[in-house]
Every structure is written in structure tokens, then in C-alpha cells.
């Protein structure tokens, strides 16, 4: 039976790092809507350019345009073993959705780690950020710099700075967070899906408590 792990958290708690790893560990998908809307962007597609104007204002990008993409997603052949969801769902209406989806794909949600950090850690994070252009690969100037400044380690593309990383906008996002994605804190804990980690600490350590809590799925 397939497992899918929805990793729930802030904007800047190491959703993207921590998913990344897992993978890998796992072999199962991981699925970042936002990575597909940068794709999105990169290639210059309708979705691409409908997101970017939601995005470059730190606003979420419509429900229904969201759930489409990620169910084509989930359809394709490398989630036939599962997938980690990082930043889907955002809002109720796209957790109902999810569910509905993985009834059809013949699964549901399995657990769903909720790591948390304070505002100011977010947006000293967010705002250091560095991303790289070949596969999204993230850094930090202070936290986890590359060895050589500017360029990834693991691939050698050039890393820049999201349009969306810059402070306005990451004051935005953390709010747009409270107000709307926050909710699903006490949706998936009252489904019983919801665990919690401390994501004020470093990657490694967040990493080993995230294995110790999904050892049961993964
Ligand atoms: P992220 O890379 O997860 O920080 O997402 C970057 C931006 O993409 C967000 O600020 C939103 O504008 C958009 N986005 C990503 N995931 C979603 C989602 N599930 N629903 C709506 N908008 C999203």
C-alpha cells in the first residue's frame, strides 16, 4: 500500500530540506508545489504565469488550479510506492481535496509531521536564503553555507535569491500562513494524523526526529 506523508509547517521550518532527505532515504516522490510552480514559471506555461503573480506578492496561488496540478502529480508513475507532500496542503479546502484524491489513488494521508519554529527563526531563514537554479537546492548564508559562495554544492549551478525570500514579501507569507494553512494544524490533529517537531534545531537533528517519528510508515 502506497504511503503519503504530509509535511506541515511555516514557510522557512525546513519542509523543503527535510522532504528532500527523506526521499531519498525512502525512495518515495517528493512533491513540493512549490518547485512545480517555479517550473512552472521557469517554462513559461499559462499555470506558470497565473502563479507567479499570487506568488511574488507572498499570496497563495488559487485552490483550484492547485489541486489540479498536484493530482496530475500524484498520477504519475514514481508515486506509485507513496509521496512527501511538502506545502500541499495549504488550505482546508485542498486538505478535503487530497483526501478525496488518495481515496481514487487507493490510499490516504499516513502521518502528518507538523515542525514549528518562532517567527524570527522563519524570518532570519527565509531571508538568507539561497536557491539553486538547477534543482532547487537550498542554502544559507549563516546556517548551512555552500563551500564555494554562490554556486551549489551538489550540482554546481548558480544559487540566487527567491523573488518571494525578500523581507516584504516573507512577512507576508508567514501571515498568509497563520491565517489560512494553520488551520490544518487541528484538521490533522483531530484526523490523529499530527506529530509534532521542534524545527528550531539543526537539519541533521530535525532530520533524526522526523525518522523517529514516521519508523512506523517509512
Ligand atoms: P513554497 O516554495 O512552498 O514556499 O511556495 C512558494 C509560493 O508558491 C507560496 O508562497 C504560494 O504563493 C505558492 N504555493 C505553493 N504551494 C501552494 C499551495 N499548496 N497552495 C497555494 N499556493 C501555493
Given at each position: ?39 512552472n ?15 511574488n506578492?507572498g ?9 489540479a ?11 506509485q ?38 517567527a524570527?527563526?522563519?524570518i532570519?531563514?527565509?531571508s ?56 490544518l ?5 483531530q ?6 517537531i521542534?524545527?528550531?534545531?539543526p ?16
Amino acid at each position: 500500500m502506497a504511503v503519503y506523508i504530509v509535511l506541515l509547517g511555516p514557510p522557512g521550518v525546513g519542509k523543503g530540506t527535510q522532504a528532500k532527505i527523506l526521499a531519498e532515504k525512502t525512495g518515495l516522490a517528493h512533491i513540493s508545489s512549490g518547485d512545480l510552480f517555479r517550473e512552472n514559471i521557469k517554462s513559461r506555461t499559462e499555470l506558470g504565469q497565473l502563479a507567479q503573480s499570487y506568488m511574488n506578492k507572498g499570496e497563495l496561488v488559487p485552490d483550484d488550479v492547485t489541486i489540479a496540478m498536484i493530482r496530475e502529480r500524484l498520477s504519475r508513475p514514481d508515486c506509485q510506492k507513496g509521496a512527501i507532500l511538502d506545502g500541499f496542503p495549504r488550505t482546508p479546502a485542498q486538505a478535503d481535496a487530497l483526501k478525496q484524491m488518495l481515496v481514487d489513488f487507493g490510499g490516504d494521508v499516513d502521518a502528518v509531521p507538523y515542525i514549528t519554529a518562532e517567527a524570527e527563526v522563519l524570518i532570519a531563514r527565509l531571508s538568507g536564503r539561497w536557491t539553486c537554479r538547477a534543482n532547487g537546492h537550498v542554502f544559507h548564508v549563516r546556517f548551512n553555507p555552500p563551500q564555494k559562495a554562490g554556486i551549489c554544492d551538489l550540482d554546481g549551478s548558480e544559487l540566487y535569491q527567491r523573488d518571494d525570500d525578500k523581507i516584504e514579501t516573507v512577512t507576508r507569507r508567514i501571515q498568509v500562513y497563520m491565517e489560512q494553512t494553520a488551520p490544518l494544524i487541528s484538521y490533522y490533529r483531530q484526523a490523529g494524523k499530527l506529530i509534532e517537531i521542534n524545527g528550531d534545531q539543526p537539519i541533521e537533528q530535525v532530520r533524526v526526529s522526523l525518522s523517529k517519528a514516521l519508523e512506523r510508515w517509512i
